[in-house]
Each structure stands twice: as structure tokens, then as C-alpha cells.
Nanobody, 126 residues
């Protein structure tokens, strides 16, 4: 059974940092792009970042480039999203996801990843 366990959300002031974790199990970690989507109230879900274990390639949405960093701990099958210089507009529920196709995280993609974890709320106060 595929499981994605997300954690690390919380309340932080603007300019602060948080680190999200996504622990994956039930599939071959190396065959997937694992990453994060987010959904703010009244907005569509958007791909934030992903990392492809097979070649280490990463993707970042333009809105988070230079502020967020995705990484993986292969021994623990866990992906991390380090979020720095947080802004109020980063406030959203963040969802961990996994799919063999990293393009599903790109803006404008009509297909969403196959597997999802539960959301974790990130709130950035101004």
C-alpha cells in the first residue's frame, strides 16, 4: 500500500522558515518524482516543487524559486521541503505527492500525481 506521510506545517511570521517532511512507503522510491502541491483558500491547487529520485532533477514553481529547497534522504525514503523567507502568500495546505512523471507538477498540467498524502497547513502571518 502506497503511503505518503506529510508533517512539518505550522504558524510562522513572514520572513521565517519551516521544513516539511514527506515519508514515503509502499513503492519503489527511485522510480518516482516526489514533491509538494499547495492549495490556498479560494485558489486552485498548484505544484510547488518535486525531486526525481532517478536523476536528482528538481522542479520549483516560479513563486518559490530561491526561497524553497527540496531534498531527499534516500535511506529513510523521505523528502524534505525547506521553506525560507516565507511570505503571507505562501499560506496554504501543502500536500505531498508522488508520480513517475515529474511533469505533473508543472503549471498548466492537466494531470495530477497518482498518489497523495494528507495535507499539512502552513500559515504565514504578516
Amino acid at each position: 500500500e502506497v503511503q505518503l506521510q506529510a508533517s512539518g506545517g505550522g504558524l510562522v511570521q513572514a520572513g521565517g522558515s519551516l521544513r516539511l517532511s514527506c515519508a514515503a512507503s509502499g513503492f519503489t522510491f527511485d522510480d518516482y518524482a516526489i514533491g509538494w502541491f499547495r492549495q490556498a483558500p479560494g485558489k486552485e491547487r498548484e505544484g510547488v516543487s518535486c525531486i526525481s529520485r532517478s536523476d536528482g532533477r528538481t522542479f520549483y514553481a516560479d513563486s518559490v524559486k530561491g526561497r524553497f529547497t527540496i531534498s531527499s534522504d534516500n535511506a529513510k525514503n523521505t523528502v524534505f521541503l525547506q521553506m525560507n523567507s516565507l511570505k503571507p502568500e505562501d499560506t496554504a495546505v501543502y500536500y505531498c505527492a508522488a508520480d513517475p512523471d515529474a511533469r505533473k507538477y508543472y503549471s498548466g498540467s492537466y494531470d495530477l500525481p497518482s498518489y497523495w498524502g494528507q495535507g499539512t497547513l502552513v500559515t504565514v502571518s504578516s
